[in-house]
């Protein structure tokens, strides 16, 4: 026996949990291992002096605090690396949280996501019948990924031509949100690489629109920047990349993983089928049965009480959305697929999907939209989808999804 293997064998079982929890081979399922890890307790030890946060009660309380601060993340999963990521909002506390949020939520308005629906409509039926005249297509290729980051880089102002290098660009940063750890060298390049690619990309254009203004969103920040000096360069930057890779690697994963919970569970999508109305609260179900974002991170900047234990300030706590999704104590049956479970006034605790509190996703409801109009588009033109192979995952595990999605489409 090597010594790996007996070290393995001393771990507990929860120990081994936390580890199949994040292990590459387990990321199509890493649910029996939420499971293991909830059954410890809301607080599983977890690496470098973390505590994971299972279960959806106390994940709730610490999102919603603001004592729990954000701002220390990119130091606790990339530790010195110096990952070279412009800082975000997404990591940053009150009052400079306030002010860039402020900003982008001004651009960002329920309304224009409204006026992107007539658009976004148009580009799923576009896309849908291309697949269905190909019949046989990687759904991640053929509507996941187009969908989004057309959407997201037509909102942006980024050109058509430039849409490929976005996506390869996004792909892989969000890779690199993983804690630098889990990374190959040849990941931590591809990332820093991609970094510097987008820093070009988009100073370019960020300087192309200060100079000739366009009606888009990265004209309505330049502009914010000029009128009041309130956005540095830096800080346009870093807005544009959570923008970027927050609005388009989170959403390819929600659809690709809500049409596989289709998939998995045909009687969902025969009562789609006969209730297409059911496609907006199917959305909140697809969200929590299957998170695109299985992890965030908080540090106490207080003494702080959670439940029966207390935390030190400076102590860090990894929160475990897609396990507190998957709590039976918040979600009856929780391991079941049910589109009907937020519909119809029923009284559902909410998903922790997009977070919570503070840092609640401000893209959630582009990403909601995009999401019901192809279950819409699913239940009204689909016959039939059949799977072609066991759908490999990529390694992430913080932005987890599948690497491809082979399947064969019939029409209605
Ligand atoms: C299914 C799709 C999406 C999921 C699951 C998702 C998930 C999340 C989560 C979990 C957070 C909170 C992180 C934390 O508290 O640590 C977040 C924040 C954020 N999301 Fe999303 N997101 C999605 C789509 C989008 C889209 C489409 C956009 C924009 C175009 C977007 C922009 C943002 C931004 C800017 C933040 C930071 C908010 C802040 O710090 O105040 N997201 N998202």
Redesign the pocket.
Known sequence: MSSEQSAVQELSPVQLAVIDSIAPHLRHDPYDSYAVLRAAGPFVPGPHETHLVTTHREAQTI?QDPRWS?AEEPQLLHGDSDVELPGS??WMEPPE?TRL?GL?SKAFTARTVHGLRARAERLVHELCTAALARGEVDLLDALAYPL?LTL?CELLGVPAEAHEHVRRISADIARGLDPDALLSPAELAARSAAVHAFLEFFGDLTDRRRRAPADDLITALVQADDAGARLTRGELLGTLL??VV??HE??VN?IGNGVLALIRNPEQFERLRARPDLAAPAVDEV?RYD???HL?TRTARAEITVGERTFAPGDAVIVL?GSANRDPEAFPDAAAFDIARYSGGRTVRRHL???LG???????P??RLEMELVLRMLAERVGAVTLLEEPPYKPNVVVRGMSRLLVHLEGT
């Open positions: 999102l954000h909002f997404l949280h949020r982008v989004p997201v959570i923008l927050a609005g989170t959403t929600l969200l998170a695109p974002v965030t959305l999907s997009f977070g503070l840092h609640y996703c401000l893209g959630a582009l990403a």
